[in-house]
């Protein structure tokens, strides 16, 4: 069984930072990829970014360029820094990860709310 703790959401301004958090029980090395979801009332679980391997991040349309995904292997943690932020980034947002064996994982999710 694979852990993952999220943590660092809370109520911002617009146009305001926060940066997320996500522990993972593994060693990263041990994770085919590893991505950041979030999910807003009445939507569907969506992509914001991923890391496949150890390759650089992709990011979903709505937040490239004001969002950075990195990750410390020292700390199995990985983080989504998330700048400008607008009312539509308010969302429960989830780490996922994808291991090298198969089964994949999801954190129980940090809620972030962004307020006018």
């Known amino acids: 069984q694979v852990h993952l703790v999220e943590s660092g959401g809370g109520l911002v301004q617009a146009g305001e930072s926060l940066k997320l958090s996500c522990e993972v029980s593994?060693?990263?090395?041990?994770?085919?990829?590893i991505g950041w979801y979030r999910q807003a009332p009445g939507k569907q679980r969506e992509l914001v970014a991923r890391i496949e391997g150890t390759t650089t991040p992709i990011y979903s349309d709505s937040v490239k360029g004001r969002f950075v995904m990195s990750r410390d292997d020292a700390k199995n943690t990985v983080y989504l820094l998330m700048d400008s932020l607008k009312l539509e980034d308010t969302a429960v947002y989830y780490c996922?990860?994808?291991?090298?064996?198969?089964?994949?994982?999801w954190g129980q999710g940090t809620q972030v709310t962004v307020s006018s």
């Open positions: 996922r990860v994808v291991t090298n064996w198969g089964p994949f994982y």
């Open positions: 593994i060693n990263l090395l041990g994770a085919n990829n």
